[in-house]
């Protein structure tokens, strides 16, 4: 990573990049003069996710359009959203950190109204999405799961979903220490935090493209939320399962009592096979979450790198204590 002062850059912007080549272009033209009306030295890092498309030649051409300001980190593969996040904590250099969809849903307007209430000594401010242009499905989905993931995680965040967030660099700093495999970075960062706060923000219908979150990976986002900050799931299961056994025998008592009183009966026959597959259903739930944990702990244990960089382009130049910081281009090694 770059040496530099802490009081280098201002502002750094983390904008994560998948299959994006249609609307980059009016990302470009919003971004970078919402940031230069600021009046504070930033920086935009685009993490190139494994893109299958020609965004990565686009921030190539973006990178040397403005060298002062832009640096690349191009993946050799698709990672995850949260990866990208983490590749750009990792090479930022900002006293506050914000991240940004590449979809333009969040405004890079607002951007500033982030920064603003930085400057009052908040050291992590999450985002709530005004009047969300999503389908309903989407919206009550998020809300439910937002309230589920709150009770059993306690990490209090109205909407989880919205990636444009500041952070100070403390809290980035303490991320990049962080080694876990699977996790959910605003999450992260709120349990950090010493003073977090939330504020609304703009919300626009997708400039170009479609979601790269299907039904299938929002689950797989939320068990990893769940999963990684919360051990709540396996000690209530383990509670449902003392119930069930202390409920089964009982039924099992009763039945014998009923069978020695008054002989052998058939027509309860269809409620024990419902029982018993409400059982089965309950157990083999149990070794899901069970193999959820399990297969977590493997993950971790392989110490395999998370993400791969393939390069980093970055002809920026910031001082520091009277040097350049050099431009960087990985040797394609694990950022750890």
């Known amino acids: 990573m770059n040496t530099v002062s802490p009081s280098a850059i201002a502002l750094s912007v983390v904008v994560p990049v998948y299959n994006e080549q249609?609307?980059?272009?009016?990302?470009?033209?919003?971004?970078?003069p919402a940031l230069d009306a600021l009046g504070e030295r930033y920086e935009i890092l685009f993490v190139n996710d494994g893109s299958r498309d020609r965004s990565a030649a686009l921030l190539a051409e973006q990178q040397r359009a403005r060298p002062d300001v832009t640096r690349v980190i191009l993946f050799n593969g698709n990672y995850g959203q949260h990866m990208a996040i983490l590749a750009g904590f990792e090479h930022c250099r900002g006293r506050v950190v914000v991240t940004l969809d590449a979809d333009l849903q969040n405004p890079p307007e607002e951007i500033g109204r982030l920064v603003a209430k930085m400057a009052e000594g908040y050291d992590y401010v999450g985002t709530i999405r005004r009047k969300r242009q999503d389908s309903w499905f989407r919206r009550h989905a998020s809300r439910w799961m937002n309230l589920?993931?709150?009770?059993?995680?306690?990490?209090?965040?109205?909407?989880?979903?919205?990636?444009?967030?500041?952070?100070?660099?403390?809290?980035?700093d303490t991320i990049n220490r962080c080694s876990e495999v699977n996790t959910f970075?605003?999450?992260?960062?709120?349990?950090?935090?010493?003073?977090?706060?939330?504020?609304?923000?703009?919300?626009?219908?997708?400039?170009?493209?479609?979601?790269?979150?299907?039904?299938?990976?929002?689950?797989?986002?939320?068990?990893?939320?769940?999963?990684?900050f919360s051990l709540m799931p396996l000690q209530f299961m383990s509670f449902l399962g003392i119930a069930l056994a202390l409920a089964?025998?009982?039924?099992?008592?009763?039945?014998?009592?009923?069978?020695?009183?008054?002989g052998s009966q058939v027509q309860g026959v269809f409620t024990l096979f419902a029982?018993?597959?409400?059982?089965?259903?309950?157990?083999?739930?149990?070794?899901?979450?069970?193999?959820?944990?399990?297969?977590?702990?493997?993950?971790?244990?392989?110490?395999?790198?998370?993400?791969v960089v393939q390069a980093v382009l970055d002809d920026t130049e910031v001082p520091a204590a009277g040097a350049d910081a050099p431009a960087r281009a990985a040797d394609g090694a694990g950022a750890r």
């Not at 249609?22 to 970078?32: C, I, M, P, T, V």
């Open 22 to 32: 249609d609307g980059l272009g009016a990302l470009f033209a919003r971004l970078y």
């Open 148 to 172: 589920l993931r709150e009770k059993i995680t306690h990490v209090r965040m109205t909407d989880q979903g919205c990636m444009l967030r500041a952070y100070g660099r403390d809290v980035v």
């Open 185 to 228: 970075v605003p999450a992260l960062a709120y349990t950090f935090s010493l003073r977090p706060t939330e504020i609304e923000v703009g919300h626009e219908e997708r400039a170009a493209g479609e979601s790269k979150y299907s039904l299938f990976k929002l689950v797989r986002l939320n068990f990893d939320l769940v999963t990684g």
């Open 248 to 262: 089964s025998g009982a039924l099992f008592v009763l039945l014998m009592i009923d069978r020695l009183l008054f």
């Open 275 to 307: 029982i018993t597959f409400c059982l089965l259903g309950v157990l083999l739930f149990s070794m899901g979450l069970l193999g959820e944990y399990v297969g977590r702990i493997y993950e971790q244990v392989r110490g395999r790198p998370r993400y």
